[in-house]
């Protein structure tokens, strides 16, 4: 069982950047869809990207072109850059390793979440 551990949340101002960083207890296999997904504040949690063992990846409408997902899963970590940040992303930022044992059947791992805030 892997246990998540988010790390990097901080207070910026507009424009700013931060990079998050999410590192697991054991070994992200390629079964694993690694990912980031916050929640505002009175909001539904929501996707903000994920990678594939492959490297491929996917993001939200909201911060494709200012954020950035990378992984090394040589060091069982994965990473978030975000520049460009505004209030809008302010929220609390999680980390999830999705590990697909069949087709069908997975488990998720979820990071205690960590918290962004952008100030005007």
């Known amino acids: 069982q892997l246990q998540m551990e988010e790390s990097g949340g901080d207070s910026v101002q507009a424009g700013g950047s931060l990079k998050l960083t999410c590192t697991g207890s054991g070994k992200m296999t390629d079964s694993c869809r690694l990912g980031w997904y916050r929640q505002p504040p009175g909001s539904q949690r929501e996707m903000v990207s994920t990678?594939?063992?492959?490297?491929?990846?996917a993001y939200g409408n909201s911060v494709k072109g200012r954020f950035t997902i990378s992984q090394d899963r040589g060091k069982n970590t994965f990473y978030l850059q975000m520049n460009n940040l505004q209030p809008d992303d302010t929220a609390v930022y999680y980390c999830?390793?999705?590990?697909?044992?069949?087709?069908?059947?997975?488990?998720?791992?979820w990071g205690q979440g960590t918290q962004v805030t952008v100030s005007s």
């Open positions: 999830l390793a999705r590990c697909y044992i069949a087709k069908a059947t997975h488990y998720d791992y």
């Open positions: 990678i594939e063992s492959d490297g491929t990846t």
